[in-house]
């Protein structure tokens, strides 16, 4: 970038200061296609923030770049080294930093607009979105996504005491991800949870059983937080599978105690419209529940980071009402000992045939 290149070290150094996570040209991975890195930044970007110089405003890549973002309605901030440049940039409000001025980009470059520029964003619903069709293509796309979070992750976080926000997992939804078997697809388990339903083809319970072990590896570093609604109608496959369901996620509640001491879990009593599943603040992918046994359809999937901080933010917000009626009901048990016995209690009045009400 010329006379921008020092001035894009002192950038990224402020703004890790402020405490944010920085992508640019150092970051980028070794290895894989330069460009088609530069564009998965910028579309998964909470801010573009375009070093702009009179050197990298003639060579045209920066009003590319500009032009990528706003296609995704990514918010935008240009910097302006000297003069406001002319082209793209001109319509953006770039903000003028003078480079032999350290102080200045302290002064302007704020905590304050950084958030009010996500803020604008994620309140506008033009986000991009993927679909997923079939049950099939949900599950490829939850553990592609979830793959390319963990190649993100610093893996000495693994063992740190506070969990790290950008990969916690948040869920909520019939059964979760959670009730599917850590097995083999050969294994017997996947045939008792299959019932009498539609049966799911090998290939499918193979990366269900992935889906389950990257989302249980982001929760490891980033923690999570679930909400289960097991009160569904599974008559299609039946109530044994549902109970092998249950026994799956109980089981797995066992082990999180000891796993995952960043986790809550909150049982609700009524049943919920759909599943929503998010990774940190930069992707969420939501699903009715289905009818039948036919598993999943139609899920849409977003990786436009406001939009995904702006459900964040909802989720947070209806989780926290939730612990509170959930916590008050079980009387300061600890949370997961309290779902379990829930779950449990569940299980036995299916056995009793008291409740019989589907999902995949």
């Not at 909470?46 to 973002?69: D, M």
């Not at 001109?90 to 304050?112: F, I, R």
């Not at 949870?193 to 193979?206: D, E």
């Not at 299980?347 to 008291?354: D, H, I, K, N």
Request: contains cysteine; charged residues 25%; glycine residues 6%.
């Amino acid at each position: 970038m010329g006379e921008g290149v020092g001035l894009m070290e002192t950038v990224y150094q402020h703004l890790k200061l402020l405490g944010c996570d920085v992508r640019c040209t150092k970051t980028l991975r070794p290895g894989s296609g330069f460009n088609q890195q530069i564009r998965t930044e910028i579309a998964r970007a909470h801010l573009f923030i375009p070093l702009v110089s009179k050197t990298a405003n003639e060579r045209g890549w920066v009003h590319q770049e500009i032009c990528y973002a706003l296609a995704m309605n990514v918010p935008i901030l240009p910097l302006a080294v000297g003069e406001l440049p002319q082209g793209m940039v001109e319509g953006l409000q770039a903000l003028a930093l003078n480079p032999m001025d350290p102080v200045e980009l302290s002064t302007k470059l704020t905590p304050e607009l950084i958030s009010n520029h996500v803020r604008l964003h994620s309140a506008s619903d033009f986000a991009m979105y993927e679909r997923a069709e079939f049950h099939e293509d949900r599950t490829r796309m939850l553990v592609d996504a979830a793959g390319q979070a963990l190649q993100e992750v610093c893996w000495d976080q693994s063992q740190a005491k506070r969990p790290c926000d950008a990969f916690r997992v948040r869920q909520m939804g019939a059964l979760s991800s959670f009730s599917l078997p850590d097995k083999p697809y050969y294994d017997q388990q996947w045939q008792t949870c299959n019932g009498n339903g539609h049966p799911r083809s090998m290939a499918l319970c193979r990366d269900l059983q992935h889906e389950r072990q990257r989302l249980e590896q982001l929760a490891l570093v980033g923690g999570c937080d679930l909400v289960v609604s097991p009160r569904i109608r599974y008559t299609e496959r039946g109530t044994d599978a549902l109970i092998a369901r249950l026994h799956v996620l109980i089981d797995f509640l066992n082990r999180a105690a000891l796993r995952l001491p960043h986790f809550r879990i909150v049982i609700a009593e009524d049943v919920l419209p759909g599943n929503l599943l998010i990774l940190g603040d930069w992707f969420l992918a939501e699903s009715v529940t289905p009818e039948g046994s036919l598993g999943y359809v139609q899920t849409l999937a977003t990786w436009h980071a406001p939009t995904v901080l702006r459900r964040q933010q909802e989720f947070d917000h209806i989780f926290d009402r939730l612990l509170e009626q959930f916590q008050e009901k079980s009387q300061g048990m600890d949370l997961r000992e309290a779902a379990i016995q829930k779950l449990q209690e569940f299980v036995s009045e299916l056995r009793a045939g008291t409740d019989a009400r589907s999902v995949d």
